[in-house]
Structures are given as C-alpha cells and as structure tokens.
C-alpha cells in the first residue's frame, strides 16, 4: 500500500469543497463526503492504477462523486494527491488551478 502524499493545493481544495458542502447542505453529507473520499483513498492506495490518467499525462482521475474528482500522480515510493475538484466548475480553470 502506497503512502498518500497531499500538496497544498489538494488540501486548499480539499477544504472548500468540505466548506461548500457544509454551507449548502449540513454536517451529515460532510461526514458521508468524507467517508466517501475515505473508501476512494483506501481503493486507490491498493490499486493506484485503477483510475485511468488523463490524456497523455502522468496525472489520473477518480470519480468521487459524480459532482467532486480526485486528481494524483504516482511516483515510486507514494501518492501524490493533486486536486480534489468540484466538476461543476469552468474546465479552462482546471490547469490553472492545479499548477497553482
């Protein structure tokens, strides 16, 4: 089992999306959001190449949630963990916000 390795940029966007969800609905889907994100971390970690990478890049998608992805890259010894993003938002904003 790979070790998770989280930038600051996942993590920025890992607490909005937690701040989001906790604004418009309540405590209860924050906790099954987390719990959800929870299985996927523990799924990708024993299985890093399940989610398929994106075009011709290193980096790999993994649904969440219909509406939340988890982006990371797979390096020898870890995980790095990218992005989590809201699927809703502008594409064009995707690279932008995951080059920081």
């Known amino acids: 089992m790979k070790a998770l390795v989280w930038t ?4 920025k966007s ?6 989001f969800l906790n604004l418009t609905w309540n ?12 299985e996927k ?3 990708i970690q024993a299985n890093p190449e399940i989610a398929p990478k994106i075009g011709n890049q290193e980096i790999r998608r993994l649904l969440i949630h219909p509406t939340v992805s988890l982006f990371y890259e797979l390096n020898q010894d870890y995980l790095k963990v990218l992005l989590v993003w809201d699927n809703r938002q502008n594409p064009d904003s995707f ?6």
């Open 41 to 43: 971390l523990d799924l």
């Open 8 to 11: 600051p940029i996942a993590l």
């Open 27 to 38: 405590s209860q889907v924050v906790e099954a959001f987390i719990d959800l994100l929870e």
């Open 14 to 19: 890992l607490q909005e999306t937690v701040d």
């Open 95 to 100: 690279y932008k916000r995951l080059m920081g």
